[in-house]
Every structure is written in C-alpha cells, then in structure tokens.
T-cell receptor, first 108, second 114 residues
Framework: AQRVTQPEKLLSVFKGAPVELKCNYS??????LFWYVQYSRQRLQLLLRHISRESIKGFTADLNKGETSFHLKKPFAQEEDSAMYYCALRSYGQNFVFGPGTRLSVLP | DAGVIQSPRHEVTEMGQEVTLRCKPI?????LFWYRQTMMRGLELLIYFNNNVPIDDSGMPEDRFSAKMPNASFSTLKIQPSEPRDSAVYFC????????????FGQGTRLTVV
C-alpha cells in the first residue's frame, strides 16, 4: 500500500534555528514526492518536488530511497515559515496521497 | 489561467439541508480531486476523476455524499442531507497526467452545518 507518514504533529523551533520536517513513504518503484505548505486559512501550495532538486524559500528536500524518506530542511528558520506542511506521494492510480501534516511554529 | 476555482468560499447551512460545492479545474487538466480537511482527520481524499470519470470514491463517507463531473470544466460535490459532523474545509484540486506534476488546489469551501 502507498502511504506517507509524518511523525511530528507539531514542531516548534526558535527563529534562526535549523528545522527538519520528517517524511517517510511506502511505495514500490520510483516515487513522485512533493512538499506542500498551507499558511493559515489558505490553499495548499506546492513548496518542492523531489525531481527539481531546487531550494525554495531556503527549504530543500532530499529523496533517500534506502531509507524511504523525503525530509524537508531549512538551515535558519524564519517566523514567516510558521505554517502546516504536508508531504505527498503521487500513487500508481495518479491520485495524491498526503501525510497527516506537521505544524511548524517558529518562535521569536 | 486563474487556477482552480471553488465556490462558495463559505457556506453556513442548517442540519438536514442540501449543500452543493462547486469546482472549476485548470483547463487541460485530466484529473480532479475532492479532499476534506478537518483538525481531527487532516486531509482526506473523498473522490477523484480522470477525464470526467470517477476512478475511486472509496473515501466518500457515506451515501449522503455524491460527486459529479458532467464535463471537463466543472464538478460538484453534494451533501444531502447535511449533518454537523460534515463541517470542514472542502478542497478541490486538479492535475495533469504528466509525471512529476503537482496537484493544484483551490481556495477551499469552509462548510459549517449548524
């Protein structure tokens, strides 16, 4: 079965501290993985996709097939990073399977 | 393109009433998804369509929920009769079949059933 897990429901860090949001998946084959961000009362927006290997708003994510992980990282958190973050997998049937989400709170 | 458009943005209705949520996907997208978001259950896939055909409706909570996609540019999610536990934010999203293409989300409809 295709599944995405995010072990932390809530993650609090101080401004300027490094942050890592964990994501693990179960999937056979080459996965299509994404990170979405949702600011308060707004739509989900794409943050990163694994194939791009880019940095958006200072965030990066590396696919580790051996550990079936796709953790999201940022070296220095900012208060405006406070939001809900979802890791997602595109399944065989082309639907998107989302993890439960992690709420990131960046404290001043 | 204006993106995925949902209406209404907010809906308050009384228990027992029929509620219809609407979605216009991005032009050219083959897939349309309906999700429900609550604090308790997070983001749940209700149903999705490919080329206007329902592919998987196993996430639809019960028979009170139904969804249609009469053409490539319009979909509805209907709840009849509505109950307080249906209160949630309902998101519509669309995507193409191209590999590594994300789902684009609408602004959502915040439904409150009193």
């Amino acid at each position: 079965a295709q599944r995405v897990t995010q072990p932390e429901k809530l993650l609090s860090v101080f401004k300027g501290a490094p942050v890592e949001l964990k994501c693990n998946y179960s999937y056979s084959g080459s996965p299509e993985l994404f990170w979405y961000v949702q600011y308060s009362r707004q739509r989900l927006q794409l943050l990163l996709r694994h194939i791009s290997r880019e940095s958006i708003k200072g965030f990066t994510a590396d696919l580790n097939k051996g550990e079936t992980s796709f953790h999201l990282k940022k070296p220095f958190a900012q208060e405006e990073d406070s939001a809900m973050y979802y890791c997602a997998l595109r399944s065989y049937g082309q639907n998107f399977v989302f993890g439960p989400g992690t709420r990131l709170s960046v404290l001043p | 393109d204006a993106g995925v458009i949902q209406s209404p943005r907010h809906e308050v209705t009384e228990m027992g009433q029929e509620v219809t949520l609407r979605c216009k996907p991005i032009s050219g997208h083959d897939y349309l998804f309906w999700y429900r978001q609550t604090m308790m259950r997070g983001l749940e896939l209700l149903i999705y369509f490919n080329n206007n055909v329902p592919i998987d409706d196993s996430g639809m909570p019960e028979d009170r929920f139904s969804a249609k996609m009469p053409n490539a540019s319009f979909s509805t999610l209907k709840i009849q009769p509505s109950e307080p536990r249906d209160s949630a934010v309902y998101f519509c999203a669309s995507s193409s079949r191209d590999r590594n293409t994300e789902a684009f989300f609408g602004q959502g409809t915040r439904l409150t059933v009193v």
